[in-house]
């Protein structure tokens, strides 16, 4: 069955980039949407954006500015960028397949484990 | 945006009771596109169902989801000691957002 790996740096300074990367095994990222979500320590579930295969984008109004999504095919991954972080940023970052639906934006299965990404001088 | 609020904040019950949780939206749900998780400390969340009422593959059907509109309810039918997680809901109707979380705790 699918399974998604998250990889990237733990650990982020301040106003810099963070950048992570999801590698799907168990089957191919074409012909599915992938996403990305976060969960700050000890708070809720918060999505940040989705990728189809062939490169369309929809992102989190509130974080859209910030966020770079993007897919590599050839190398099954998709990967995250999150410009100027702030401590705020500071979650557990999941990747995860999205299945859209006519009309919606789609709910998530699998998950992959997560990453903690700390923003801290 | 849709505000999803879901109550109770933490239900305490013991394993064989049956939990009910809840989650309201602040307008109504599309196409009754809300699903439910399931996250254990440590872990990711779990797809538990889809579409209100749809279970995901592999989840046993003492899970039961029902609704629509605003209101939206996750029933387990029979507690089991796996049971015992935060439950999140989301929808996916306009935009993507996820309830707070209510926290189903061995009493």
């Known amino acids: 069955q699918v399974q998604l790996q998250e990889s990237g740096p733990g650990l982020v300074k301040p106003s810099e980039t963070l950048s992570l990367t999801c590698t799907v095994s168990g089957g191919s990222i074409r012909s599915y949407y992938w996403s990305w979500i976060r969960q700050p320590p000890g708070k809720g579930l918060e999505w940040i954006a989705y990728?189809?295969?062939?490169?369309?984008?929809n992102y989190n109004p509130s974080l859209k500015s910030r966020v770079t999504i993007s897919v590599d095919t050839s190398k099954n991954q998709f990967s995250l960028k999150l410009s100027s972080v702030t401590a705020a940023d500071t979650a557990v970052y999941y990747c995860a397949r999205a299945l859209v639906p006519a009309n919606g934006y789609g709910w998530f299965d699998p998950w992959g484990q997560g990453t903690l990404v700390t923003v801290s001088s | 945006e849709i505000v999803l609020t879901q109550s109770p904040g933490t239900l305490s019950l013991s394993p064989g009771e049956r939990a009910t949780l809840s989650c309201r939206a602040s307008?109504?749900?599309?196409?009754?596109?809300l699903a439910w998780y399931q996250q254990k400390p440590g872990q990711a969340p779990r797809l538990l169902i889809y579409?209100?009422?749809s279970r995901a593959t592999g989840i046993p059907d003492r899970f039961s989801g029902s609704g629509s509109g605003t209101d939206f309810t996750l029933t387990i039918s029979r507690l089991e000691p796996e049971d015992f997680a935060v439950y999140y809901c989301q929808q996916y109707g306009s935009s993507l957002t996820f309830g707070q979380g209510t926290r189903l705790e061995i009493k």
């Open positions: 579409g209100a009422s």
């Open positions: 307008q109504s749900v599309s196409s009754s596109y």
């Open positions: 990728i189809y295969y062939s490169g369309s984008t």
